[in-house]
């Protein structure tokens, strides 16, 4: 097979779940054949680069061998080469260690306990200066010097 349909080659190199996901990737923009956004039922072969959009990461794969079935996962060096750059990593490591989650659309306000925290996150307490009053700071007795 020379050539494959791009929504079934995402879906047997494992790029996503199901054919349904990878089809809907493509009609909503998020995958790009050589640069250029692609509908689903576009052929790629073998020498194509793919760039999928998965928020905040966009990953490249270059094509080795155009398949539609699914193959096992040790089988996937034989099928694409990663070629996504080294700062698309990094990005998605920061944005995993900075704590912060996002909500998932549809699930409503933060509860109290939910804004209590996003509040500790953000601005996080002045602890150990409890005991001094800022109001009784003078800036005037530093004029001397």
């Known amino acids: 097979m020379s050539e494959a349909r791009i929504d079934k080659w995402l879906w047997a190199a494992r790029i996503f779940k199901t054919r349904s996901i990878a ?3 493509c009609k909503n ?8 956004n692609v509908k689903p039922s576009r052929m790629v072969k073998e020498g194509d680069t793919i760039s999928v ?5 966009t990953y490249s794969f270059k094509i080795l061998k155009p398949i539609e079935q699914r193959v096992g996962a040790k089988l996937l060096p034989e099928i ?14 920061m944005n995993r260690i900075s704590g912060f989650v996002d909500r998932a659309r549809g ?3 933060p509860t109290k306990k939910d804004r209590r925290q996003m509040d500790a996150f953000v601005a996080p307490s002045l602890e150990g200066f409890g005991g001094f009053d800022f109001d009784s700071w003078d800036d005037d007795e530093d004029d001397d010097i």
């Open 53 to 57: 959009r998965k928020p905040p990461v």
């Open 29 to 36: 923009g998020r995958v790009a054949v050589n640069g250029v």
């Open 107 to 109: 699930t409503g306000r």
């Open 80 to 93: 694409y080469e990663n070629v996504t750059p080294q700062d698309q990593y990094e990005l998605l490591e």
């Open 23 to 25: 089809s809907d990737a």
